[in-house]
């Protein structure tokens, strides 16, 4: 009986509603359009305040129908209204909890999945990675060394002058070609590096016996500036070695740097020597950067010391020898590779050695205008090392001496730090007064074993 009160009162509620919803679509229906002027606008606005109150009316009563009627229900049948409540409570949990399950999927999916790459977007340049030498710029250089055949005093020289340097000291006799001391005798036979600048020597000679140039010849480079050969040399001018090497031509210096010895072994049986490299085709980088900086050619301390032995001698290209033994030295006899024609253009290649010397590249191997010393410096890097060249001769109490340098190491190290050490080694010589009259005051000293001459 009570459900179907309930139920009565329900359908006059929803025919209540039904009844103001329609009376509000007819008002709505008959309300004038808004005209232009100020009457039509007046009157629309009437319109409009009626139509307002009527919906307000409305809405009230209908309202007012659903109240009664709700409560008329929630006062009939409690017990359908907690089933309905528990049912959508839980209805509401089930979803709640559906939803945080699919959050959480989703948040595990954003995590696992990788960010799509912005291709169109460039990212900024970076600067590039300060260059980092795989070679030490100081070491024993002594380490390992033989000192077997080594002319002790000679060899202290060379050692004290090197100093606390990753480098290598060559000292020969250029009237022989006896090697006197190696020290980092390793480096000398077998470190074959790039010659850097000590190949404009070949360069310029070929130069000179093509009779492209002479001593006097300008040559003009680049920013318009005029140089001869002795201020080239001097000042060690890659723009006009690069010119002279291209128009010498790869084939013509290629020829006249095998001629002078690279690409060979410069000793005699020497025990662990090998020689560098010299191209069978022109290197990437052109023949102006193979006739300016040695690109392509690869040479050792040996090979450079061979080549200024025959400058110092006149032509004479020799075997380089190494007497181990007091029984070598006793049977020791000069070797002659070959004779070098070069003797008319010394006299236009040395002012431009002696000026290096004097007032360019090699000025810290003090210059002494009663002991001059002729020379050339190198300085480039080669496979990631730093490298400090100098290849020299002088003339010490009447005796002429080659001797070339080689340091390896960091930025620090070059071709004018080279030409220190061989200075301070022709220094150290000279105060030792190892040569009198143009022959040294009795033999040369034979080493056996014993330790010598710690840096």
Known sequence: MRAAKAYSAFRLSLGTLGLALGLVFCLGAQTPKASSGPAGQTKASAAQSTNS?????????????????????????????????????????????????????AVAASTTKKAPARASVKAPARKAPARRWTEPTFADSTIGDRLDGEDLTVRRAAVQALGRYNGSVVVVDPDTGRILSMVNQKAALSA???PCSTVKIPVAMAALAEGLIDRSTVVRVASGRRLTLTEALARSDNPYF??????????????????????????????????????????PEGVGMMSSFGSGITMTPLQ??????????????????????????????????????????????????LGAVEFGTARRANFDPDAPIYGKTGTCSD??????????????????????????????????VAAEIAGNT??????????????????????????????
């Open 383 to 416: 496979r990631r090392t730093h490298l400090g060249w100098f290849g020299s001769y002088a003339e010490i109490g009447g005796k002429k001496l080659v001797v070339v340098v080689l340091l390896t190491g960091g930025a620090g190290v070059g071709g004018s």
């Open 304 to 353: 450079l010391a061979s080549m200024l032995v025959a400058l110092a001698n006149g032509g004479t290209l020799y075997y380089l020898q190494y007497p181990r033994t007091n029984e070598e030295l006793r049977d020791f006899t000069p070797r002659v590779k070959r004779f070098l024609n070069i003797e008319p253009w010394l006299q236009e290649l040395e002012p431009g050695m």
């Open 192 to 194: 074959a590096f790039q």
């Open 242 to 283: 690069a010119s002279l090497g291209e128009k010498l031509g790869f084939e013509r210096v290629s020829y006249y740097a095998r001629l002078m010895g690279l690409g060979e072994k410069a000793g005699w049986r020497i025990e662990g020597e090998q020689p560098g490299t010299l191209p069978e085709a022109p290197p």
């Open 53 to 105: 109150a009527s919906q307000t009316g409305a809405q009230k009563a209908a309202q007012s129908v659903q109240s009664r009627g709700r409560s008329a229900a929630q006062a009939k049948s409690p017990a359908v209204k907690n089933t309905g409540s528990s049912k959508q409570t839980a209805s509401s949990r089930a979803a709640q909890t559906k939803t945080t399950g699919a959050s959480k999927t």
């Open 426 to 455: 022709y220094r150290l010589l000279s105060q030792e007064q190892i040569f009198t009259g143009g022959e040294r005051a009795g033999e040369f000293s034979m080493i056996s074993t014993g330790a010598c001459c710690t840096p």
